[in-house]
């Protein structure tokens, strides 16, 4: 089974759909498929979890998918997402100085993808 791990770095909403629809079209296909939030990218966390957002649909169908592995610990800090995070049960991973280490996801036999 093929196994990839989507790490989005990228804040604009125009790339995280990418990442959204890239991960929910692998795993329609019966892939296991881990999404981290990274860098700009955490400050969209509060954003999608607003109805109004045009991306809520998909990121609330993404979450119930299982496929949100987790956000960065120290980015969520730095850009004011930490408190929504915590509040969704979004893991926190930083092994690695705060942030997520993708040694750990290759070890795991997982392929990279950054957005």
């Known amino acids: ?4 791990a989507l790490f989005v770095f990228n804040g604009d909403p125009m790339c995280f ?3 959204l629809l890239n991960a929910l079209d692998m795993h ?9 939030v990274e860098g700009a990218a955490t400050a969209l966390i509060p954003e999608l979890e607003r ?8 990121w609330e169908k993404t979450k119930a998918a ?12 730095k850009t004011g997402a930490l408190e929504t995070v915590q ?3 979004v893991p926190l991973l930083g092994e690695m100085s705060g942030h997520p280490a993708m040694a750990r996801y290759r070890e795991a036999g997982y ?5």
């Open 1 to 4: 089974m093929k196994k990839t």
């Open 17 to 19: 759909i990418h990442v």
């Open 28 to 36: 329609g296909r019966g892939e296991t498929v881990a999404i981290v």
């Open 51 to 58: 109805d109004g957002h045009p991306l809520h649909a998909l």
């Open 66 to 77: 299982g496929l949100v592995d987790g956000a960065c610990k120290a980015c969520s800090s």
């Open 87 to 89: 509040r969704l049960g």
């Open 111 to 115: 392929s990279l993808i950054t957005f």
